[in-house]
């Protein structure tokens, strides 16, 4: 099956700085997200991005489809940033099924 | 406001003890599906639903059923809960049709169920 990986595993960041999450996936795809799980366990919808690049205050996404992958930038990080980054896939086989990457874990210390 | 809404979000059971939890969705959506997230294993699809009356497992369906008799609902229904059926459980919806059509999918706050 399609494998989803994403990278780094945990990252630590001081308050301000800046971050590119990567996820990479190992066959073609029809859809793909990014979420942020919050310290609540609440996923947020951050990006449909299935190609190209879009924008949302300080964060953006990045996918090259032809190249399997897609970039999360935060810039100027805030510690309400902190939680679990996830991409997400759908095959085009596969009933509308997300597949999930094991997350990046985002720690914004003050 | 557009949404997906779960009940309960929290709940302690015992096990054997058959129980529901709701999830509606307002943006008239066909699509819905349930998740269940655990540590080490991550976000697994349980059902899916393309539209009413239309249901279909997905990977880990075992011990669940779910019933599409309104576009809006889409209950997790649990006949005799057991202990590994402790989880967090997401409810997701989107306007997906089938191949080519928008699939971006919104979840509902989740659910935090404990079998004793």
């Known amino acids: 099956g399609i494998q989803v990986e994403q990278s780094p595993p945990d990252l630590i960041l001081q308050e301000g700085a800046n971050s590119t999450l990567r996820c990479n996936f190992s066959?073609?795809?029809?859809?793909l997200q990014w979420f942020h799980q919050n310290p609540w366990g609440q996923l947020i919808n951050l990006f449909y991005?299935?190609?190209g690049t879009k924008q949302n205050g300080r964060l953006s996404a990045t996918t090259v489809a032809t190249e399997r992958y897609s970039l999360l930038y935060i810039s100027s990080s805030q510690t309400t940033d902190s939680g679990v980054y996830f991409c997400?896939?759908?095959?085009?086989?596969?009933?509308?099924?997300?597949?999930f990457g094991q997350g990046t874990e985002l720690s914004v210390k003050p | 406001e557009a949404q997906v809404t779960q009940n309960p979000r929290y709940l302690i059971t015992v096990t054997g003890k058959k129980l529901t939890v709701t999830c509606s969705q307002n943006?008239?959506?066909?699509?819905m599906s349930w998740y269940r997230q655990d540590p080490g294993l991550g976000l697994r699809q349980i059902y899916y639903?393309?539209?009413?009356?239309?249901?279909d497992k997905g990977d880990v369906p075992e011990g669940y059923k779910v019933s599409r008799k309104e576009k809006r609902n889409f209950p997790l229904i649990l006949e005799s809960p057991s202990p590994n059926q402790t989880s967090l459980y997401f409810c997701?919806?989107?306007?997906?049709?089938?191949?080519?059509?928008?699939?971006?999918?919104?979840f509902g706050p989740g659910t935090r169920l404990t079998v004793l």
């Open positions: 997701a919806s989107s306007s997906y049709r089938g191949r080519g059509s928008n699939n971006e999918q919104f």
């Open positions: 066959d073609s795809v029809n859809n």
């Open positions: 991005i299935p190609s």
């Open positions: 997400a896939v759908v095959l085009y086989n596969q009933g509308g099924k997300l597949i």
């Open positions: 943006m008239n959506h066909e699509y």
């Open positions: 639903s393309m539209n009413v009356e239309v249901t």
